[in-house]
């Protein structure tokens, strides 16, 4: 039987500095603020004496936010500041030590660890050479100055390390490997300095904490009216402390919140300095000459890009819902409000009464219980679904905003809710209320009312401006979707939520103007009826009334283009008077410019018909050149009597040539005066 042996580590020595002290008083927690933004403001408080500090335990990965946000209040004491192990608190203890936190494993192993170093056991002295269990005991082997002695210690018998500065790091060693174990907390320590006697002390600290969760019953009436809202939040004690009685509040907000490593040693980086040796001499051999470069083209500047005019905004307009006068019968257990605090974006629900929940607990906990003004109606968000959803609009009547939550809808009691009575009705997501602001809730849908929808577009002329060889045509681009609602007996209001088509503008009721786009409201009689939602946009087609990349065509020359080729790129030719035609039979009657433009049609219809007749004599004076040279080639071939006869019928086709040529050139100069009183039309 091995018999158990004591080892004196650091005998009369002070307490481990490198621990917070153990005297300390831990004050109870207070009140604890839950933020939407995963925080929790912890207030501690209570007595403290003259010559006591102050400590607590937190959760490890808490410590950068104690370090960040720790506020301490001491109307009659000064603050000397805040102690806690390190983090890597094992690794720190036990760096220079000759061993480590293995060696603790056993009683043999941390002795061979020693091994060298000058101890006393068993009436002997000098320095620790092994050690190993035996049957009679622990045997250890020490070099003494007479030489290798063995001891064989007993039960009760003690090891002394003669080196105490080594005796205290290995305590603390000790002492740091059981802080170690429960690694997920750390001991904080504030450090104070007061004076007089006992004194009402408190500190603040912002930590992380789990999202305190809302979530809504909301009690609908059948028609209009009021709605009974309840808010429950889901709480969570994760701070390592049982709360309590404490003042519980819950704030919805959007702060700015930051994590730094402020618990995490950081070491910078340095730039290394080589150490300077003499440089290498290299050399480069010569190659011998090369021809120098050709010279490069200087790069083109990049085309510049002309931003698009942004499209005006509209102006949002709202339309508030009637508030109901009946209340619905109310037989739902009443609930404490809490009392709410509004400032700056922020508002904090202050629970009544205190709470108490245990550390690593859930709670669920009622903070709201109010009346709202309420009103049933159908919502369509998607022009494509085939039913609307049933949905309900609150109007915040209170003075403090409500939080995002999860809404349980539940039908109204009483005798107008029929089956409704009671029920469930359907989930629904509430998003943040201002006072004053509505919002409407969409629970389920409604098989019974039917919908279907279809969409158009066109583009209509709508006035005439002119500049020379250019018609401007003012256009309205028009898209219009059609809704077809079948209620099927059923009255209410039908809310139709549209998306925004840039650049367009509505011609239908905006009732207000959001993130869903634009609102629409209708009034449902129980018959089926249709809903029509049109847009506009202001628009030109500039239409050439010739290609003004031929030039001038009063400066043409019929004899150096091909006209056939270039039929359609003049003026009169064909497509041009057909679209003119065709603009001015779309063309309102009371358009601005329609004058100017049939005058411009009847002057491009005469235009064609001049440019018919070019075209006639054009043809005309091709066939007779195409004659004189068949006439020339004859004359050339013949010879005796049948020469002249050639000669004669050449001089025929020559003049019959010229003769074309001369009409062919009058009717052209025609045309061009044709296109000369276009021109001054436009």
């Known amino acids: 039987m091995r018999a158990p042996f004591k080892l004196y580590l650091a005998l009369g020595l002070p307490a481990m500095a490198l621990l917070p002290a153990a005297r300390g008083a831990e004050l109870p927690v207070r009140s604890v603020t839950l933020s939407n933004a995963g925080l929790m403001q912890v207030e501690r408080g209570g007595p403290l004496a003259a010559d006591e500090g102050i400590t607590f335990r937190a959760p490890a990965e808490d410590v950068d936010d104690v370090l960040k946000s720790l506020l301490v209040r001491d109307a009659a004491g000064t603050l000397e500041g805040l102690r806690l192990p390190a983090r890597d608190l094992e690794t720190e203890a036990f760096r220079g030590l000759p061993l480590r936190p293995a060696d603790f494993e056993s009683r043999i192993a941390l002795l061979k660890a020693l091994r060298g170093h000058l101890v006393e056991a068993g009436g002997a002295s000098g320095r620790l050479a092994d050690a190993e269990e035996s049957e009679a005991g622990l045997r250890l082997a020490v070099l003494t100055e007479a030489g290798l002695r063995t001891v064989v210690l007993r039960e009760g018998e003690e090891v002394r390390l003669a ?176 009392t709410a605090a509004s400032s700056a974006g922020r508002v904090a629900f202050t629970l009544p009464a205190p709470v108490s929940i245990r550390t690593g607990e859930t709670a669920n906990v009622p903070f709201v219980d109010v009346a709202l003004p309420a009103e049933r109606l159908w919502w369509v968000q998607d022009l494509a679904a085939r039913n609307p959803l049933n949905a309900v609009r609150l109007r915040n009547a209170g003075t403090s905003t409500l939080p995002d939550g999860l809404a349980t809808v539940y039908g109204a009691t009483g005798p107008a809710a029929g089956a409704e009575a009671g029920a469930f009705l359907g989930d629904a997501e509430l998003r943040a209320v201002a006072p004053g602001e509505a919002r409407i809730l969409a629970f389920a849908r409604d098989r019974d009312v039917q919908l279907s929808s279809a969409q158009a577009s066109n583009e209509r002329p709508v006035s005439i401006q002119t500049r020379r060889g250019v018609v401007l045509v003012g256009t309205v681009r028009s898209t219009e979707t059609a809704l077809a609602v079948d209620p ?125 007749t070019a075209r006639t004599a054009i043809r005309q004076y091709a066939t007779a050149e195409a004659a004189l040279g068949r006439a020339r080639a004859a004359a050339e071939d013949r010879s005796g009597p049948a020469r002249e006869d050639a000669r004669r019928r050449l001089n025929e086709a020559s003049l019959a040539t010229e003769r074309a040529g001369t009409a062919a050139d009058t009717a052209w100069e025609a045309w061009q005066r044709g296109v000369q009183d276009l021109l001054a039309k436009t």
Request: no cysteine.
């Open 163 to 338: 080196d105490q500065a080594l005796a205290a790091r290995l305590r603390r060693a000790a002492e740091a490997l059981a802080a170690a174990r429960t690694a997920d907390e750390r001991q904080v320590e504030i450090r104070l300095r007061g004076t007089g006697g006992t004194r009402e002390v408190g500190f603040t600290y912002v930590a992380s904490a789990p999202l305190w969760k809302p979530s809504w019953r909301l009690v609908v009436p059948t028609g209009e009216g009021e709605a009974r809202l309840l808010g429950w939040a889901v709480v969570e004690n994760r701070s390592g402390t049982d709360w309590e009685g404490v003042r519980l509040s819950l704030v919805s907000g959007n702060p700015a919140a930051y994590h730094q490593p402020l618990y995490e040693p950081i070491r910078v980086a340095r730039p290394e300095l080589p150490v300077r040796v003499a440089e290498r001499v290299q050399v480069q051999a010569d190659t011998g000459g090369r021809p120098p470069p050709p010279p490069m083209p200087a790069p083109a500047p990049p085309p510049m890009a002309m931003a698009a005019p942004m499209p005006a905004g509209m102006a949002a307009r709202s339309a508030a819902p009637q508030p109901g006068a009946a209340l619905f019968q109310q037989d739902i257990a009443a609930t404490p409000s809490a």
């Open 488 to 612: 099927r007996g059923a009255r209410g209001k039908l809310v139709v939520d549209l998306p925004r088509q840039p650049g367009m503008q509505p011609r239908f009721a905006v009732a207000s103007e959001g993130d869903f786009g634009l609102r629409h409201e209708a009034v449902l009689d129980g018959s089926a009826t249709t809903l029509r939602f049109g847009w506009e946009r202001q628009g030109s087609t500039e239409l050439p009334l010739w290609d003004a990349g031929l030039g001038d065509p009063t400066l043409l020359r019929w004899r150096e283009m091909d006209l056939e080729q270039s039929l359609r790129r003049l003026p009169g030719g064909p497509g041009t008077l057909e679209t003119l035609r065709t603009v001015l039979e779309r063309l309102p009657a009371d358009a601005a410019g329609r004058d100017k433009l049939a005058a411009l049609v009847a002057a491009m219809q005469q235009a064609r018909q001049m440019l018919d």
